[in-house]
């Protein structure tokens, strides 16, 4: 009897079935009714008492070899079984959507100025984040006293008031002027940093788009057609724009552009504060100085230049009014930009 258990127990081990149904068979055959581990019960009955004992653990552990044997061999064929049907997939079914990311729409509005510009001529450039005094503020015409190297609009990089965040992208400017001989046309989008508290109108980080054109003979003309011709491809063509003077350090003389409300068509109404207009950008005539700083001759060449922040483009033509929406990146405030891809 005891070679009998031991040759049903290798048995048990060996078994390795094809299918469900073979193991089915061997669950029967072994621990079925008129199995065979029953049929060794019943004799179990009949041994002598002194070999009770030895032969009773010997079944048991028959009964559980052969169990568990059977449990981890179902659970293998349910496994297999459940990844070849996965792998066809139940066909009646309904399709999953899959979800897919949109564009940010900074990144939208952004890439659609490059593109209206593009189609003026105008090529993208880009510059460092990291910047030195220079390319923000000295080579720009600023005075050495002017409030914006002021510890509270610039963040500086370290302990070296050399090393700072840049507070605008005019620093490409003076970059692409190191680098490019006139004629000179360029964009330049880039991320911006200003020490500012954060409301629904500031932000310490935003971005902004610059403009850059020196050729000979470029007149403030030349720059209000093109601010027009951007004005109108971006907020509609029924768009018009207004320049009111105004001054930066690196432009003489410098104007601020308005462009007509597009909600009230021009009317006024709460979002351009009953005026109709709706301020976008600072541009003018590249200040001689400046030219002169990164070696343009200024009685030979001039230019004009502007710059505008994304966010507040963004804000106008779809209608957003906080813009710390743009920053937390709610994945509902970003989809509803899926449209405009
Ligand atoms: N750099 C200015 C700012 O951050 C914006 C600006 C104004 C850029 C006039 C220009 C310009 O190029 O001509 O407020």
Redesign the pocket.
Known sequence: MIEKIEKLLQQVEAFTPQSAAELENFRIKILGKKGELNALMAEFKTVPAEQKRELGQLINRLKTAATERINTLREQLQDAADESASAIGDMTRPGSSEHIGSRHPISLVKNEIVEVFSRLGYTVAEGPEIEDDWHVFSALNFPPEHPARDMQDTFFVEKNPDILLR????SI?VRTMEHQKPPIRVVCPGRVFRNEAISYRAHCIFH?L???YIDEGVSFADMKQSLQYFAKEIFGENTAIRMRPSY?P??EP?AEVDVSCNLCGGKGCPVCKGTGWLEI????MVDPNVLESNGIDSKKYSGF???MGIERIAMLKYGVKDLRLYFENDVRFLEQFNKAL
């Open positions: 507070t605008h992208t005019s400017q902004q610059e403009g850059l930066f690196f432009t410098s950008m600072g541009c003018g230049a502007f710059g």
